[in-house]
């Protein structure tokens, strides 16, 4: 659909998103996010800083919601994560999808998994309808 392709596009070129390299991919209702990890990402203690795993989440749960509506953005209302286990190489990958959409707010909840698969972190996000459109100028 090319309401998801836009808003893969719109994601790449978001200036924070040159830092990270994450990758994007939106379904209906869901949406996958990519990071690789790299040693400048890690904390003290030799393993990726917890906002990694807040952005994956954020990132992924946004888009599913923002899959849902075309033409104006979603904003995050409430982000909750669950950090399980830590992660230090590979990539880690947010999977999400919307689990409740009603008129005030739609609902996602976002897991977090490893390179080998392993479920590191779990997120639960709500989400508003904004009137800021999407545009051009926001790459979309």
């Known amino acids: 659909m090319e309401h998801f392709r836009k808003l893969e596009r719109m994601y790449a070129a978001a200036p924070v998103n ?3 390299a994450p990758t994007l991919t939106v379904g209906q209702g869901e949406a ?3 990071i ?12 990726a800083h917890g906002t ?3 952005k994956a989440m954020d990132d992924a749960a946004f ?7 075309e033409g104006f953005f979603v904003l995050t ?3 909750e994560l669950e950090l399980l286990r830590p992660v230090s190489s590979g990539e880690i990958c947010a999977k999400a999808r919307v689990v409740n959409e009603d ?6 909840e976002a897991k977090l998994f490893d390179s080998e698969g392993q479920l590191i972190g779990k997120g639960h996000g709500e989400f508003a309808r904004s009137k800021m459109p999407l545009t051009p100028e926001v790459h979309y």
Not at 63 to 69: D, G, I, R, T
């Open 18 to 20: 040159g830092w990270f």
């Open 63 to 69: 888009f599913a919601a923002n899959s849902l509506v």
């Open 36 to 47: 690789p990890l790299r040693p400048d990402f890690h904390h003290s203690a030799g393993a």
């Open 52 to 54: 990694l795993y807040f």
């Open 77 to 79: 209302a409430k982000f």
């Open 103 to 108: 008129e005030r707010r739609i609902t996602c």
């Open 32 to 34: 996958e996010v990519r």
